[in-house]
């Protein structure tokens, strides 16, 4: 399926001497990685090849709370409130579609790809963020970039590449009730490692995953990147086809007749040899909690943090303050923090939701609600499901990255422990000492309830 | 971009492995529109206590890491984010090469699209590397060739383009625009 989408887009072929020239099908941009590829088009006369192919949000430093987004209250970060407005100058100047911080559509750049149905299969999707890989669930080949790069397509539309090699991700049987999508992804990091993707494209496949949801699948191609891979791909099926039915810019009428066409031709043919490949028993797998400062060092909810040695391994548990040997199931949770572009679409909220719902925060837990889009966030409520968190005691909040990197101000405080749906547990990836243990928004909820972590499987959810 | 045709320094090192990009350069530092102006925020929860002042043990506080141009790190330098940030706050720092036994793929692209050099060695002169911090080498992009001071001279893999680009200081936007009758008859193609 890589070779495909790749063949289809190269521009002019690689050398030896010279990488290929790589045609992208659509450029995603926010306000972070984008003002100095601006400057540098501004500096060289040079003018937005593509308008038509290239969409602006903003996600990473804008505020969540209601007042900031809506009521005209300064952004608390100098600094980004001037991020945001360059953006708005910069899409302006260039003519780049933009949705601002008041747009009904706006969300994080990696949920309203796929929400708008912009995201389709064979189609090539650069951002310059490393969550991109997130639209290789439609079958695409989507990969972050840095901000020369942004500039590059900015200006070409096109990247220097360099083929990459394929990695098969194997999954059989099914997840068992309470395992989630983020807990295999989490698994399957902890198995190759977090460098264990580097130079491949991961495509997941076999029967676990094709009994997937859009929005799991969402959640396993964006955490490609936490194994090093260059990008994650699930090849297209029925369940693609028929959440990009209803998308407002996917293809309709004979244009769509003729995009299922093509895109029915996409899945990786029978027989064909990937450079490496790895097997996995959905069916063995239990819910998955990271206890380290790299989605590598992850295990199962029932275990406990393993004994290893290495300076950088002790490193990692002083800074989390965890011992070998302890059971994960009895770490202490301050904070809770649902959303991002892993966990925060209308599924996860709901799944969080049918946990907590008729019960309280523990005494002392914090818990942030950050939809992933606006419109994620209308789902939600039109389902009372804003009412079910605000209920137990969490804030309900406007859609953004929020507290995944902490760029706009929401942050966790120094030593606290920081039970999470995102896909970084580094430290200081929540604020400066944070402690971050990553789960599915399942663990999240079940562990806010108790003010521990806590295995979701014990809050029977029907 | 200035060209990069040799690089001699002594070394400092940072020997964890997977040092990701949030270390290199923590989020919050982002919010600049601007590529100057990072390497005073290199490594920032690492190398200053929570009142700002330097940590006196981390490497690159040290007296001995001073004015060195080339960063010896663990495996899998560079992984998580694709800020480029962390390019231009290595370079801002005054680091000019990284070795490691591996490099995440998007910080290697970033590092060489800025004139930062990634160097791949193997695990052994990655070792001595790590046990003697402060030694003296040099990089030879020409050759391709790293020369530790006991004499040791190891070639390093450096795809042939961005060898190009390094040593004649070429960016490939330049290259990528000089397509553009291709990339017409791409998109006429493909409309």
Redesign the interface.
Same mark, same amino acid.
């Given at each position: 399926m890589f070779e495909k989408v790749w063949d289809d887009h190269v521009?002019?072929p690689e050398t030896? @001497?010279?990488?290929a020239?790589l045609?992208i099908d659509l450029h995603l941009t926010h306000e972070?990685?984008t003002?100095?590829a601006y400057?540098?088009l501004r500096s060289?006369g040079?003018k937005l090849r593509r308008p038509d192919l290239t969409l602006a949000t903003m996600d990473?430093?804008t505020p969540t709370r209601t007042e900031q987004v809506f009521g005209g209250a300064p952004i608390a970060?100098d600094?980004?409130a001037?991020?945001v407005k360059?953006l708005e100058i910069n899409a302006r100047e260039f003519g780049v579609e933009l949705f601002n911080l008041q747009d009904s559509r706006r969300g994080i750049v990696h949920i309203i790809g796929p929400e708008l149905g912009l995201t389709q299969p064979g189609k090539t999707i650069v951002c310059? @963020?490393?969550h991109t890989s997130t639209h290789g669930a439609f079958g695409a080949l989507a990969f972050? !970039?840095?901000?020369?790069?942004v500039? /590059?397509v900015l200006?070409?539309?096109?990247?220097?590449q360099?083929r990459a090699k394929t990695f098969a991700i194997n999954v059989t049987n099914e997840l068992p009730r309470g395992v989630t999508a983020k807990d295999l992804i989490l698994a399957i990091i902890g198995k190759i490692g977090?460098?264990g993707g580097?130079?491949y494209v991961l495509e997941f496949r076999g029967a676990a995953i094709e009994r997937l949801s859009m929005d799991e699948r969402m959640t396993i191609c964006n955490m490609s !990147?936490?194994a090093?891979a260059?990008a994650g791909m699930i090849a297209p099926d029925a369940t693609t086809f028929e959440y990009l039915r209803a998308t407002p810019r996917a293809p309709k009428g004979d244009a769509w007749d003729a995009a299922l066409a093509r895109w029915a031709k996409l899945p990786t043919d029978a027989g064909a040899r990937f450079d490496r490949s790895i097997d996995i028993d959905a069916a063995t797998l239990v819910p998955m909690v990271t206890y380290g400062t /790299?989605p590598?060092m992850v295990a199962p909810i029932n275990g406990s943090v393993p004994p290893f040695g290495d300076?950088?391994f002790e490193?990692a548990l002083k800074y989390m303050g965890l011992k070998a040997g302890e059971p994960i199931a009895n770490v202490p949770v301050n904070n809770v923090f649902l959303g991002s572009c892993t966990n925060g679409r209308l599924s996860d909220l709901r799944n969080a939701a049918r946990v907590l719902r008729g019960h309280k925060l523990a005494q002392g837990v914090k818990m942030l609600v950050v939809p992933g889009s606006q419109s994620v966030k209308r789902a939600a409520e039109a389902e009372g499901l804003d009412q079910v968190f605000r209920d137990a005691g969490a804030e309900w909040r406007e859609s953004g990255c929020s507290m995944c990197?902490?760029?706009n101000g929401d942050l966790v405080p120094?030593g606290h422990y920081s039970i999470s749906t995102s896909n970084?547990n580094?430290?200081?990836?929540q604020g400066?000492g944070a402690r971050t243990l990553l789960a599915s928004p399942e663990t999240a909820a079940a562990s806010a309830i108790r003010g521990r972590v806590t295995d979701p499987r014990e809050f029977p959810t029907n | 971009m200035p060209a990069v045709t040799f690089i001699r320094s002594h070394t400092v090192a940072l020997p964890a492995t997977n040092i990701d990009t949030d270390q290199i350069i923590p989020a919050r530092f982002l919010t600049s529109t601007s590529k100057a102006g990072f390497g005073k925020h290199l490594f920032a929860d690492w190398r200053y206590d929570s009142a700002g002042n330097p940590k006196p043990e981390f490497a690159l506080n040290r007296p001995e890491a001073k004015d060195a141009h080339v960063l010896v790190a663990g495996r899998n330098i560079g992984c998580g984010s694709s800020r480029e940030h962390a390019a231009w706050a290595l370079l801002d720092f005054g680091i000019q090469a990284v070795i490691s036994t591996e490099f995440a793929d998007i910080f290697r692209t970033n590092s060489l699209k800025n004139g930062l050099l990634p160097v791949v060695v193997d695990e052994p002169t990655h070792a001595w590397l790590l046990k003697n911090p402060g030694a003296e080498v040099s990089i030879d992009v020409e050759a391709t060739t790293l020369n530790l001071p006991n004499g040791t001279q190891v070639k390093f893999p450096l795809e042939g383009f961005a060898r190009y680009c390094l040593l004649n200081g070429v960016d490939e936007l330049g290259y990528l625009l000089s397509q553009d009758i291709a990339i017409r008859a791409y998109e006429q193609a493909h409309r």
């Open positions: 521009v002019v030896t @001497d010279t990488p020239v045609f972070v990685t003002p100095q400057t540098e060289r040079l990473h430093s970060v600094s980004a001037k991020q360059q310059g @963020d490393s972050g !970039i840095g901000t020369t790069e500039g /590059h200006a070409t539309q096109c990247l220097l360099r977090v460098s580097t130079g !990147i936490e090093g260059r /790299h590598g300076a950088v490193k990197l902490g760029m120094a970084r580094f430290e200081g990836r400066v | -």
